[in-house]
């Protein structure tokens, strides 16, 4: 083997290897700066984090976080498993409708926040009535929206009464009444029962939303009719233009319709945005529904149950007469809190035999006048004709029925017993005018031009005879 060969470092490598090494004591002493408590990782348990927290350094302190996270924040949800509180919370997680974009509803929602002393007044009377609705609506899958119509037709006022002669608080007119088999008669209307009238609403509603295929002409045929919607619908069609809502040809009171409803939509979902404070409404029922035994008094009925007559009368407003009679199809309506008081009180009445009521009927003889028999029984004539709806027009031939008070009974006079629907005005005879044609259903309240345009209401369509009317 050939001997190793040394080389000798030449004065040029060893300045190179001491600078090296310079170089590296250097850096292992500015290592040394950083000890283990300026230097601090973290990992929260939320995910993957670090922090870096540098020491302070030449009298300023700066804490400098650094967050890694594999996950976006949870998104805020509604547990639809439990109910809420508040009434109008649970009306509100129910709104499933499209919402309506249109300047009328902006116009809408400044008409009822300029009024806020009227809204809160018809808010705090749907309280009666809302738990029953929006339990019916539910039952049926229908958006709660829909409880919110009462207050566009009626104001939610049981008693309301429309120049087209709709009714109660969802406002049915006669013929539509007739059609869901809403009862009209000499004792009671239907149209003002809270129970009997809302199946027939929802009712009418399924049906004419069945027909569209959308909220918005449904609730355009609940105004209007559905025969005057499928019309403009039709027109638009034959002529290639859209076929919703916004873009059909109707009256100005249709047109305002559903931007009405969609701003007390909007007001009730988010009342904070707009300036207003809504009362809650105990999510609970408000009423219980009980038999009646026989025919009773409505006055009778309201002290059995201890309660004021005008908030009986709010909740069993379809009576015509101060009498309420007995049938499965008219249950008393009475607040949850007043039924076993009720109850209670009409087993001690039954049990002292007392009447139920203090009114019978009489039928009129032969010749006899109204007078005759008011003076009889001590009532002013007035008073006799509108507990039986009389009016000059009512024509009396012998054996017509009347209400009159029993002769060992205390029927009181006030007026506030009697729960009459108001009656007709009396309108000038007119010569018949030309219509562009009569919308059927719920609303056919106006007429509407080939244009558009809707036309001022026929006051009356008899015609105008020679001979004047003889007074009765």
């Not at 806020?116 to 009535?129: F, I, N």
């Not at 919110?148 to 049981?158: A, T």
């Not at 105990?282 to 008094?297: E, I, Q």
Request: net charge positive; hydrophobic share 35%; charged share 20%.
């Amino acid at each position: 083997m050939r001997p190793a060969q040394t080389t000798a470092l030449s004065p040029l490598m060893f300045r190179s290897l001491f600078l090296c090494l310079c170089t590296c004591l250097s850096l292992t002493a500015a290592a040394e700066v950083l000890t283990e408590s300026q230097l601090n990782w973290t990992t929260p348990p939320g995910g993957i984090e670090s922090s870096l927290h540098l020491a302070p350094s030449s009298g300023l302190a700066k804490e400098l976080p650094l967050t890694i996270q594999d996950e976006a924040p949870p998104l805020p949800t509604i547990d639809l498993t439990t109910e809420p509180d508040d009434l109008w919370q649970r009306v509100r997680n129910g709104f499933s409708m499209p919402n309506l974009a249109s300047p009328l509803v902006a116009d809408r929602q400044a008409w009822y926040l300029n009024r806020p002393e009227m809204l809160k007044q018809v808010l705090d009377r749907s309280r009666r009535y809302l738990y029953y609705i929006v339990g019916e609506l539910e039952k049926r899958g229908m958006p709660t929206e829909l409880a919110l119509l009462p207050i566009v037709e009626s104001s939610y006022n049981p008693m309301a009464y429309s120049r087209a002669r709709a009714s109660g608080i969802w406002q049915f007119i006669p013929s539509t009444g007739r059609s869901y088999r809403l009862e009209q008669n000499w004792w009671l209307d239907q149209r003002r029962d809270v129970i009997a009238s809302t199946g027939a609403a929802l009712d009418y509603l399924q049906t004419i939303y069945e027909m569209h295929g959308d909220w918005h002409l449904a609730l355009a045929s609940y105004n209007w009719g559905e025969h005057a919607v499928a019309r403009a619908v039709a027109k638009n069609q034959a002529r290639n233009l859209p076929t919703d809502y916004a873009n059909l040809t109707m009256p100005v009171e249709t047109r305002y319709y559903v931007p009405k409803l969609q701003a007390l939509k909007n007001i009730i979902a988010q009342p904070k945005l707009f300036g207003i404070s809504i009362n809650p409404i105990p999510n609970r029922p408000y009423f219980d529904m009980v038999g009646k035994p026989a025919n009773m008094d409505l006055s009778i009925a309201a002290k059995l149950a201890e309660m004021p007559l005008d908030e009986f009368i709010a909740l069993n407003p379809a009576y015509n007469r101060p009498v309420m009679p007995a049938g499965k199809d008219s249950p008393l309506v009475l607040p949850t809190g007043k039924v076993q008081t009720f109850l209670a009180n009409l087993q001690h009445h039954e049990n002292q035999e007392k009447p139920l009521s203090n009114w019978h009927t009489y039928r009129l003889k032969k010749g006899e006048k109204i007078e005759t028999v008011a003076a009889r029984h001590r009532l002013s004539a007035a008073y006799l004709k509108q507990i039986n709806g009389i009016t000059r027009r009512t024509r009396l031939p012998a054996g017509t029925t009347l209400l009159v008070p029993r002769k060992d009974g205390q029927a009181s006079a006030n007026l506030q017993e009697v729960n009459l629907p108001p009656n007709e005005p009396e309108l000038p005879k007119t010569k018949p005018q030309k219509s562009a044609g009569k919308a059927t259903g719920k609303g056919s309240k106006k007429t509407v031009a080939k244009s558009g345009k809707p036309k001022p209401p026929v006051k009356s369509t008899r015609t105008a005879k020679k001979k004047p009317a003889k007074k009765r």
